[in-house]
């Protein structure tokens, strides 16, 4: 347990100086030479142990200490505690420039192997790993040392060719090939001898090996495999145990490696393994060379995996190790088809096989993956239609097994990894995004990072409102997904779900066939178009929308979001934006009931709305019927006033004939009219209303957009300009300043003043306010790359042109604020209210 | 193969007080440098050792977050996962646990898979390569787990994690040996546990 004298502990440890360091040291030296390897001493390297490893700040050993702790390490009367202590200090303090390892005459491979850690901690620096390497292949290549196990050196290889790809020469990885062609197929059958020491009592009958069984208990009918179990083992069976855990390693490392050339491979090394040619059955493998001879027996080992793990294994362990097996098996089979097409057909029988076994047992779900990998790999080169593989992976399994945070996080990685297939035409995957998104739905915290990858993929002009929707209804998703756990497994011993929550009445609901049908459309596995009318199930779900699951997931829908607009913004035509932006109104109103979800919406729904606005202008005019139904409503103003007041902007800014020829006097008076009647409520009739309190920003971008309309249909100018006279009335009387602070207030006063002066001069107002996009769109006051001559040019023609007008415009402007010396910069004030979010 | 087996605290669930809060790594193995690119420039041996040790706190703090997120989600309590005495056994099967990927460059290189489980106030995690079984590695975890809990007495009070150094390099020598996952049935397992007990005996 983690406690408070541990924390404390830890500092001593950190805090400790270097010169009590030093002294430490010493005394460990004393120790040390005088070869007592008792109790003090490991208490003391262990004490060193802790104080070199509990900062993250270099602790200096001397060099005469480095060299005595490796002394103490090859010393032959060192404990086993010692040499690992001395090993993980040094192992702590590298990469050490002090360090030199002499171990060319070291026999004892379990010495090596620790001497190894420590050598292939110091980073490679001086070609430590190929040293490593090349001494370890000499010992596999040479006879055994008496007394010594190879199998503590099989992972200082593995570990080797990880880090070095190209350590070994392609003789060595022939030799090594065929070791491990060796330890593989041919391990004793025998059980192996239990090593006690033949004492009085010792029975001789007993240790009388009896053969290797199956997990399930029967007599093993073929050679030894990991599933194989014994009483004890044998040498070789040890090594085929840690020749198997790194055989997807290695065959990935000599089979691609650039040695793809079998040429090489003369008689002489043909002999070289001894135990393959005695025990070899079958001759025609024999003459191939090694490589092939190592794929050819890792095929069959991983077929006898894939039959063992069919049995019922005896032990709740030996069960799960036939998943990984079986996993593993399938991985390999996969590789092995990549490397040497000539596997395929016999794979492809192999594995649709066990696809059909593993349909019927869920227990075994996770090695459907990597056989539909396999499928994906090599179908097509087969000529094989395997689309009921993929349609059972992905219709099945995410529905059924979506609270599997395992399966979750691997399927998502599939998906990832084979996005450049799906990307082709899989239209099952594109299609099952429903389904894909109830794992994230319940995983949520662990998975965004994932699905932020293999979302553009479900993105096009088919999905892209349904994918929308299913974006937004995915914390409705994540209750809907619990409720159906709930119902699914009520007796459940170890609940999957918020035990301390009991939502009686959701589950009663939920069964109810109105309900019901809801409830089916929001867990449907495939795309199927949206349907209108989730709101009941909104109120039906609203128990569950405070459970922390639900809220873990509302958090994850913002930035869902924003990455599906950038996606969707790269190909949408204008039909599709209009859609989005109906939808994104529409569903303003429409949103699951969770604590802040609503806000962190909306705030995403605005921006994207300008930036859909900003992209296709002439959605204002195509829209405008729902753009005045939008903003009509004064509800709105208070429910939604983010969106509300960036739909206000929008409207100021595109409805007009620059973007769009469409765009009438009359369809400009009506957004007038509306938005003044707007206006005029909010202002005039507030007093005696029962409204809350609306934010000055919504006030002084009506009144902005009003005078941008006015400007653009000027027999509305009289009509803006006396509003805009009457705020100052509005903004003293008394039901206002008991509502607004004297701050807001003045920024409503100086936005009317401002534009009302603007609109005295209607030809400025206009070019103020809808500029002509040869004028607005460089953007210079923008742009902080534009060069020097452009600036001046720019400047130039400003002063030239237009050199009557500017002047007359600074002077006839009586309250001008400091810093803004024209129009321009007030148009920029303006924008970057609408879009400064 | 595993690139680092890391054994840290979880905060807000123990009884610590003050600083606990903070993440510790108390117990860290990295299996073999990572290789770096060949950068320009200095890059001391004091360097390189920081950086490892900042990209297993990385780990470490990240698994803190994953195992805190679930246990949310979860609804449960933190304290619901105390034991009453610390003589009862820990049902390790059901010790949260959970994977997460890192991206490559973030912390380290290469992209890797990290598995972790929460074992009350303590976290145990295994940096894995990103391809790698996944059940297997998982399994590998909760066997190291349990090893741990019977040979350091890892959560009866008063024993001290961070003295047993010999231990736990023991345990992984034999279990996960230079990172290497193995796939030991019950009788391999059972057999390496008896090498394990004569190696701490001495």
């Known amino acids: 347990m983690f406690t408070a004298g541990t924390e404390s502990f830890l500092r001593q440890a950190r805090e400790i100086q270097d010169q009590e360091l030093k002294k430490f040291c010493l005394r460990i030296t004393g120790l040390l030479q005088k070869e007592d390897l008792g109790n003090e001493t490991i208490d003391c390297l262990q004490r060193l142990f802790l104080i070199v490893s509990a900062t993250k700040y270099y602790r200096k050993l001397e060099k005469k200490f480095v060299e005595l702790l490796l002394s103490a390490m090859y010393f032959p009367k060192s404990p086993e505690q010692v040499q690992v202590l001395c090993a993980a200090i040094l192992r702590e303090i590298s990469p050490s420039e002090d360090l030199t390892l002499f171990y060319d005459h070291i026999q004892n491979t379990k010495l090596l192997s620790l001497m190894s850690s420590v050598l292939l901690a110091q980073g490679n620096k001086r070609d430590e790993v190929r040293d490593v390497g090349l001494r370890v292949t000499k010992i596999l290549e040479s006879r055994q040392p008496e007394g010594q196990s190879l199998r503590y050196l099989l992972p200082v290889l593995s570990k080797v060719i990880t880090l070095s790809p190209k350590v070994l020469k392609e003789d060595q990885i022939n030799l090594l090939n065929k070791r491990l062609i060796d330890w593989l197929r041919y391990a004793s059958i025998q059980q192996g001898v239990a090593q006690i020491s033949g004492g009085f009592f010792s029975n001789p009958r007993a240790r009388q090996p009896g053969p290797i069984t199956e997990v399930d208990g029967a007599v093993a009918t073929d050679f030894f495999t990991v599933l194989s179990v014994g009483q004890h083992y044998t040498e070789d069976q040890w090594l085929n145990m840690q020749a198997f855990s790194m055989l997807r390693k290695w065959l990935l490392y000599s089979g691609n490696d650039g040695t793809e050339t079998p040429d090489s491979d003369d008689k002489s090394e043909l002999e070289g393994s001894i135990m393959s040619m005695v025990s070899a059955t079958s001759t025609s493998s024999r003459l191939l060379p090694p490589k092939e001879r190592l794929r050819e027996n890792a095929f069959e080992y991983c077929q006898r995996l894939i039959e063992q793990s069919n049995r019922r294994a005896l032990k709740k362990p030996d069960c799960e190790l036939q998943k990984a097996c079986l996993v593993e098996a399938v991985i390999i089979l996969d590789l092995l088809c990549r490397q040497d097409s000539s596997f395929m057909y016999r794979t492809l029988s192999c594995l649709k096989t066990l696809h059909g076994r593993l349909c019927g047992d869920l227990a075994y779900v996770q090695a459907l993956l990597p056989v539909a990998q396999f499928f994906l790999n090599h179908s097509e080169a087969a000529a094989v239609d395997s689309e009921a593989v993929y349609q059972h992976l992905f219709t099945n399994i995410p529905s059924e097994l979506f609270y599997n945070s395992m399966l979750a996080f691997e399927f998502i990685q599939f998906c990832r990894d084979n996005i450049h297939f799906f990307n082709g035409n899989l239209s099952i995957f594109k299609s099952s995004f429903p389904n894909l998104f109830k794992f994230l739905a319940w995983n949520s915290a662990s998975l965004i990072s994932e699905f932020v990858d293999i979302l553009p993929v479900f993105i096009d002009a088919s999905t892209a409102i349904e994918m929308l929707h299913v974006l937004l209804d995915l914390p409705c998703l994540t209750a809907a997904l619990d409720l159906y756990l709930r119902s699914s497994f009520p007796t459940a011993e170890k609940p999957l779900w918020d035990p301390s929550l009991k939502p009686t009445s959701c589950l009663d609901g939920v069964r109810d066939p109105y309900h019901q049908a809801l409830f089916q459309y929001l867990l449907r596995p495939k795309a199927k178009g949206f349907i209108k009318g989730l709101a009941p199930l909104h109120e039906l779900l609203k128990p569950m929308a405070g459970c922390a699951r639900v809220i873990q997931c509302a958090e994850t829908v913002p930035i869902l979001i924003q990455l599906f607009f950038t996606v969707v913004t790269e190909f949408a035509d204008g039909t599709l934006i209009n859609q989005l932006a109906v939808l994104l109104l529409g569903r303003s109103g429409l949103l699951f009931d969770v604590p802040q979800f609503k806000a962190a919406v909306h705030r995403e729904m605005s921006s994207q709305l300008l930036v859909l606005c900003k992209l296709h202008p002439s959605l204002v005019v195509e829209l405008s019927k729902e753009l005045l139904e939008f903003t009509g409503t004064i509800r709105n103003i208070h429910s939604k006033e983010n969106i509300f007041t960036h739909v206000v902007w929008a409207i100021g800014e595109y409805l007009s004939v620059l973007y769009d020829r469409r765009c009438t006097v009359e369809l400009i008076n009506k957004f007038f009219e509306t938005l003044e009647a707007l206006l005029f409520e909010i202002t005039q009739f507030r007093p005696s209303a029962t409204l809350p309190k609306c934010c000055p920003r919504v006030i002084t971008v009506l009144m902005t957009t009003l005078t941008k309309l006015a400007s653009r249909s000027q027999d509305l100018i009289p009509r803006v300009s006396l509003f805009l006279s009457k705020m100052r009335s509005f903004a003293q009387s008394p039901a206002m300043t008991s509502v607004y602070s004297e701050e807001d207030t003045e920024t409503i006063l100086t936005r009317a003043t401002e534009l009302m002066n603007l609109l005295k001069m209607p030809s400025v107002a206009q070019f103020v306010l809808t500029p002509s996009v040869e004028v607005s769109n460089p953007r210079y006051h923008l742009d902080t790359n534009t060069s020097l001559p452009l600036a001046l040019q720019m400047a130039s023609r400003l002063v030239e042109k237009e050199a009557s007008l500017l002047s007359w415009q600074v002077r006839g402007r009586p309250t001008r604020r400091p810093g803004e010396t024209n129009e321009r910069t007030m148009r920029r004030k303006d924008s970057a209210e609408g879009e400064g979010e | ?202």
């Open chain 2, 1 to 202: 193969m595993v690139h680092a087996f890391l054994i840290h605290t979880l905060s807000g669930s123990g009884q610590a007080t003050g600083d606990a809060t903070f993440c510790r790594v108390l117990y860290s193995q990295v299996f073999g440098s990572e290789r770096l690119p060949d950068e320009p420039g200095p890059r001391g041996p004091e360097r390189d050792r920081l950086l490892r040790k900042e990209q297993l706190l990385a780990v470490a703090r990240q698994a803190e977050t994953a195992c805190k997120l679930l246990q949310q989600a979860s609804g449960r309590p933190p304290t619901d996962l105390l034991p009453q005495s610390s003589d009862e056994p820990i049902p390790l099967q059901d010790a949260p646990s959970g994977v997460f990927r890192l991206r490559p460059g973030d912390p380290f290189q290469e992209a890797k898979v990290v598995v972790w489980l929460r074992l009350l106030s303590l976290g145990c995690a295994l940096v894995c390569e990103p391809h790698e079984n996944l059940l297997l590695a998982e399994s590998t975890l909760r066997l190291l787990t349990r090893l741990l809990l019977e040979h350091l007495k890892l959560l009866s009070s008063g024993s001290n994690v961070l003295l047993r150094g010999d231990r736990i390099e023991a345990i992984l020598n034999h279990f996960l040996p230079q990172g290497q996952l193995l796939f030991l049935n019950d009788q391999f397992v059972q057999a390496l546990e008896k090498e394990l007990s004569t190696s701490l005996a001495r």
